[in-house]
């Protein structure tokens, strides 16, 4: 056998792996290609993306000593509960002086109504004085002519008729003084009655607010008060973060917005839980400017050495609750979003009729229900029979 001979399947070997290798390249290429068409191009990723959720600030509304905190970091409350007791002796202290100062106020309005009704018999007998004296001084006239009578008699009569006329007319005005008091109200609606009320109110409502209330319910966080501190009106006591209430903001490259559309479904992994556990989401909107743009020192890039960077926008994504109930997610965990974008034809930024998200919470509306039955049982102790507030004379 020749040297060239043994060469041949060698080269023949050689010459098939560069086939198979060139075949693998093509099929790759093609596989890849069948995958941007199909798939790449209609998704947007990015591993620049965290669980983000309200942080609610716990705040007392009075200020005053804290004597008790009922719950700490990683408890779970619930929206109503107490979290904080502050000292309420000088908030009971102004309720009973304001208490009083309400019925005292009353028992004022009710010797009101009584003066203006015993004006009203004033004037009635004024004015009976005075018809009796006109008539007297009337027959009087007729009698002087004659001579039956005096004229210093017919003139004492005349005196007469002055003196009730002027007392009459002391007493309506009398009567409208007093009436000016009491006229178009009620007990429970005069102005004095209504001032004291709010003062009642007010303090009540002081005395409630020596409990502090969950806003919300959620998870306590950054607890920063101790028993026996001090602190005043406005001061954070600690926080709640609802966590079934987070959602995902995804920093994307600019490169990467001109698909992005609110409303398309987004696929979620977190780091804590790996690629077994996929969380289904939604695009909300993109904030209104870049990462740089809120920055607390946004960059300043009129400079001789500018150097182009690449910005990024943060997308905001809604999870499915659901989901986040079986996977809890905490704030600050690292995800990665995949977002598809097949639909296209939405605007890029969140229309003006967008419906908007809103936060409320019920727990403060009912401060002052119960203020309320108490004005009314301390009015209803002060005026005598069924507890209704009497109607006031009118004139």
Known sequence: MTQQDTKHPVERAD???????AGAVVLAAAGYGTYWMTAAQYREVTEDAYVEGNLVQVTTQIAGTVTAIAADNTD???AGQELVRLNEVDARLALERSEAVL????RQVRAQVASASQMDANVALRRAELSKVQADFDRRSQLVQSGAISGEDLEHAREAVRTARAALASSEQQYAAN???VDGTSVASHPDVMGAVAQVKDAYIATVRTSVPAPISGMVARRNVQVGQRVAAGTALMAIVPMDTVWITANFKESQLRHLRSGQPVLVTADAYGKDV???GTVVGEEAGTGSAFSLMPAQNATGNWIKVVQRVPVRIALDPHEVARHPLQLGLSMRASVDTHRRDWPRLTPG????QSYRTEVFAREGNEADELVARIIAANVPGSGAAPALVRR
């Not at 010459?15 to 290798?21: D, E």
């Not at 019925?103 to 009353?106: E, G, K, P, S, Y």
């Not at 009729?353 to 908007?356: I, M, N, Q, Y």
């Open 15 to 21: 010459k098939r792996v560069a086939a198979a290798l």
């Open 76 to 78: 779970r409350v619930a």
């Open 103 to 106: 019925a005292r106020t009353v």
């Open 179 to 181: 009436h000016a008091f």
């Open 278 to 280: 996929v969380y289904h």
């Open 353 to 356: 009729k967008a419906p908007l």
